[in-house]
């Protein structure tokens, strides 16, 4: 079982910055692609950004140019940096890694807890 933790979410003001780290532990044999997505009240969650293990991103058009994902392999995370932020960001990110316990297990979706991110303006 693979278990991400996130952190650095909080309250912040419109046009300011914010960087998330999620952290991945627990029988963890592999992770292929980890992302962020986001769920705002009464909307769907969406995506936010991906990162595969070798390093190629994807983001979504409304926080392309503001957003910037990472990872570190070696300690199975994953960052986002949010800069000019916007009353529309707000809403609860969630970490998210496709991973599989032992060289034989199926892929599996793993995901985080959570954590608000609110921009005020």
């Known amino acids: 079982q693979v278990q991400l933790v996130e952190s650095g979410g909080g309250l912040v003001q419109a046009g300011g910055s914010l960087r998330l780290s999620c952290a991945a532990s627990?029988?963890?044999?592999?992770?292929?692609?980890m992302g962020w997505y986001r769920q705002a009240p009464g909307k769907q969650r969406e995506l936010v950004a991906t990162i595969t293990s070798r390093g190629s991103t994807n983001y979504a058009d409304s926080v392309k140019g503001r957003s910037t994902i990472s990872r570190d392999n070696a300690k199975n995370s994953v960052y986002l940096q949010m800069i000019d932020l916007k009353p529309e960001d707000t809403a609860v990110y969630y970490c998210n890694a496709e991973g599989r316990s032992t060289w034989y297990a199926t892929w599996s979706d793993y995901w985080g807890q959570g954590t608000q991110v609110t921009v005020s303006s």
């Open positions: 627990g029988s963890i044999f592999s992770i292929n692609v």
